[in-house]
């Protein structure tokens, strides 16, 4: 069992930063991959970035390519997510998810933990 809780959100304006952290509960953190995902008003839940075991690998969204970066501390059972140059489209519920599988890290299905989601809201 993993328990996920995000932190981080906020209102910011276009262009600033923010850094979302996702503190896991259970001494098997550095076993699951680890994922961002976003959900805004009257969309379906979009993949971000992910990152596997060791912080050897991660994958990006196409979106958010170059301005997010992602990464984990297995010592403090907690995965990061910088954002950088923020738009107006970043605004969503962010959420954070573990999986165990080595692969498809940008499906949803993927994922068998999730935490209960951070707000963002990016104004122009």
């Known amino acids: 069992q993993v328990q996920l809780v995000e932190s981080g959100g906020g209102l910011v304006q276009a262009g600033e930063s923010l850094r979302l952290s996702c503190a896991a509960s259970?001494?098997?953190?550095?076993?699951?991959?680890m994922g961002w995902f976003r959900q805004a008003p009257g969309k379906e839940r979009e993949f971000v970035a992910a990152?596997?075991?060791?912080?050897?690998?991660?994958k990006y969204a196409d979106s958010v390519k170059g301005r997010f970066t992602i990464s984990r501390d297995n010592a403090k059972n907690t995965v990061y997510l910088q954002m950088n140059s923020l738009k107006p489209e970043d605004t969503a519920v962010y959420y954070c998810?573990?999986?165990?599988?080595?692969?498809?890290?940008?499906?949803?299905?993927?994922?068998?933990?999730w935490g209960q989601g951070t707000q963002v809201t990016v104004s122009s």
């Open positions: 259970g001494r098997t953190f550095s076993s699951y991959a």
């Open positions: 998810a573990a999986t165990g599988y080595a692969s498809s890290w940008s499906l949803a299905g993927r994922y068998g933990y």
């Open positions: 990152i596997g075991w060791g912080s050897g690998s991660a």
